[in-house]
Every structure is written in structure tokens, then in C-alpha cells.
């Protein structure tokens, strides 16, 4: 497209809309983080004139997807989008890599320690260090690496009594 | 048979039909070992694995899901997940005979676990560079959580083998159990083998050599001995079942059949 100094051209505002709509969506059982601090959300297009919203899941079988999906689908609704449409893409896969730096700062303020690094390279029975989100300790104890959610393990800090759950790296 | 016919014959059996099968196959693994593992909530030995075995169970009816998806767009005949995992009977059903044993206790679970993630993992690794977009998509995804499904019963298996005498005598006859079960991983039919030559599926001999070493390292570190070579039972990509599978497949579907159509 050539460059232009008139005003964009309709479509493009309601695209911007419907980014913002679906970027501002939290997260149904990790309510301090958004679709965007959350990095599930892949895309926003026109295609063949209708806005397509593309979301990636986080585990495979996590019931939050739906619950995600619908909470766009409503929100685009109230942004007067009710023709857009959502889409679920697997590639890339989706990573805690993926978490925003502002999210990463919610999580722990929220109590859930941030994922520490990305799964791959980890040993069959390699341990990992993280730190307690109340009082910071490294002096903490898996519990179990499956949690109250697909996305979260159970963790236990020694120092200062409290147990947490933890993003754990996928 | 010359080269050329060879591959003439692959190309033939690398069709649609092979590919439907194929997919379901691994989607019917998935899901019936998912249910499995779901018949864990709320019986588990603790609570924390109460929680861990329903997490792993929601990973594999995910994967289940995904695959069952594709196969029916593959099929083309109108069939979605649902009609795939609930209006099929037992003969239909294609998984290996492994995952459908039941539960049996918590060492025979963590077994069963072992020796299917062991294959899985890197299974899925390999089919992420499938040349069929879609599957390299979902291996991609699953090889993820199949990691932890591994960590998870390579650290069980530990500590039940090196446990009590009464931990390892269970585990140990779990093992022992199993292990006729294991042969059909690695068993492939002649759709598969063309999928494979076309860079499709994964030529599941050539990941013999790392479940093996895994399932030997965990194994020795569990101060459990590997089972000698013995006949492998099979016959579960071809419908005939051990008599647990019908029983697992009534409790599973009478609901949807009960209810034809029915939503939440």
C-alpha cells in the first residue's frame, strides 16, 4: 500500500479496537494477567473484510481456552465488533517465554512465582531453584509439580513457612 | 519388487485413509489413557496427586482432542471429536493394549505411565518435524507436556522401587505385568510405514534406542530390574482388545449416548 496522508481508512480503527478489546481480557483463573501479559494473543487481521482474532492455548487440555475464547468473543462484542471472529493457532507452541515482563511483576505480586526459564535442556531428575514470591527465599521445596491449575506446581517456602503455587516453564 | 514400484506402493498406501488411521491411532492412545488416569480424581493415595494425575489426565484428552479433530477433517465424512471418541465401539478403537489396563494401584499407574511417556516423548519430538503441518503443529505442543508426564513417573517409579520392600514388590510386579504391553509401541502396519517413508509419521523403531535408555536409566536408579525378553501381546491398532477396554468405553460413553445431542 502506498503511503497515504489522509486519515486511515475505517477498518483499521476497528482493528485497533478489537486488539485492545481482546488484549484486555484477563485470564479466568489468573485474574491479574491479561491475554496480552499472558502472550496468547497471536494476532489481529482482516480477513476477506471480517476481523479475526487468533489466540494460542496454553496446555493443550487447559478448560480456560474456552472460557478465554468466549470472554474475547464478548468482549469484541461490547467493543460493537459482534462480527468478529476467533480462531485457536498452535504454532508457534506457545511458551512462558511468551509472559510479558509486566506480567511476570503481576504474577508475583499476586503471589505466584514467576516461571524461572524455559523447560528445554531440563534433566530427567534435574532440580530447580525459585524463589519464594512472599519473602524471596531460595530456601523453598516442590511439593508437586502439578498444581490447582495445568499451568501451576505446588511449592512450599522453608523460611518463611508459606506454601505457593508456581508458573511452572512449558 | 523394483524401486519403483516400491515407492508407487508407498504412495499408495500413504493415502488419506492410512493417514485418517494413522492419526486416530495415536488420538485413541491419548484419550484412552486419559480416561484412565481420570478415574484417579478423587482416589488418589494423596492429595497432590490426586491433583497430578487429573492434570495429566486434561493433557492427554487435549492432545485427544486435536488429534481426533484432524482425523475427522481427514476422514471428510462429517465426523467431529465427539463422534469420534463416544459413537465408535470397542473393535473400532485402534490404541495400544498398554494403556487401556486398568489402573490397577499406584505403582501399576506410575508403570504404565513410565513406559508410555519413556516412548511418547520422544515420539512426539520427532513427529514435530513431521512433513504434515497440522500433527508437527500438535507434537509440538505435546512433546511439552509429555516431558513432565516422564519427570513425573520416572520420579515415582524411583521412589517406589527404591522404597519399601512392599513399594518395590508391587512395582516390581507392575513391571513385570506391563512389560508384555510394550512390544505393540514400536509395532507398525503398512499405512504407517508409508506415512513414515513420506516423512509423515515416525519410524517408531528409531525410537527404540532412547526409550530404552531412559526406561533403563530410571529403572536402574529405582533398583528395579528390566524385565528379559518375552512374547509381546498385541493386537490393539487392529481392534482386538484385552476385555478392559469395553468396560472402560461403556462408563465413558453412556452419557453421550444416553443423551444424543445433549450440551452443557
Known sequence: MSASTTLPPPQDADLERARAAAAAVVDPEIPVLTLEDLGVLRGVERRDGRIVVSLTPTYTGCPATLAIALAVETALAEAGLADARVETVLAPPWSTDDISDAGRRKLKEFGIAPPERAQRGRGLFAQETVACPRCGSTRTLRISEFGSTACKALWRCEACAEPFDYFKCL | ?264
Open chain 2, 1 to 264: 519388487m523394483t524401486v519403483a514400484s516400491a515407492s508407487a506402493h508407498e504412495t499408495a498406501a500413504a493415502s488419506p485413509r492410512s493417514l485418517f488411521r494413522y492419526v486416530l491411532g495415536l488420538a485413541d492412545d491419548a484419550l484412552v489413557l486419559g480416561h484412565r488416569l481420570s478415574e484417579w480424581s478423587g482416589r488418589a493415595p494423596m492429595l497432590e496427586e490426586d491433583i497430578a494425575l487429573s492434570n495429566l489426565a486434561l493433557d492427554l484428552i487435549g492432545q485427544a482432542r486435536l488429534l481426533y479433530a484432524y482425523a475427522g477433517e481427514v476422514e471428510g465424512m462429517g465426523r467431529d471429536e465427539d463422534a469420534l471418541a463416544y459413537l465408535r465401539d470397542e473393535r473400532a478403537y485402534s490404541n495400544v493394549l498398554l494403556v487401556e489396563q486398568p489402573n490397577g494401584d499406584f505403582a501399576a499407574t506410575m508403570v504404565r505411565q513410565l513406559l508410555y511417556a519413556a516412548f511418547m516423548h520422544p515420539y512426539y519430538q520427532a513427529l514435530s518435524a513431521s512433513a504434515d503441518r497440522r500433527l508437527a503443529e500438535i507434537a509440538a505442543k505435546a512433546v511439552k507436556e509429555m516431558a513432565y508426564h516422564l519427570r513425573h513417573a520416572s520420579e515415582w517409579v524411583v521412589r517406589l522401587g527404591d522404597g519399601t520392600e512392599e513399594s518395590h514388590a508391587r512395582t516390581a510386579a507392575a513391571l513385570d505385568e506391563l512389560w508384555m504391553y510394550t512390544g505393540e509401541l514400536f509395532a507398525m502396519d503398512e499405512g504407517e510405514r508409508a506415512l513414515a517413508a513420506a516423512g509423515i509419521a515416525v519410524d517408531r523403531a528409531a525410537i527404540r534406542p532412547r526409550w530404552d535408555a531412559t526406561v533403563d536409566a530410571v529403572l536402574r536408579e529405582a533398583a528395579l530390574k528390566r524385565p528379559g525378553e518375552c512374547w509381546m501381546q498385541s493386537g490393539g491398532r487392529s481392534g482386538r482388545h484385552t476385555e478392559h477396554l469395553g468396560h472402560m468405553l461403556a462408563e465413558m460413553q453412556v452419557l453421550h449416548r444416553a443423551h444424543p445431542g445433549a450440551t452443557w
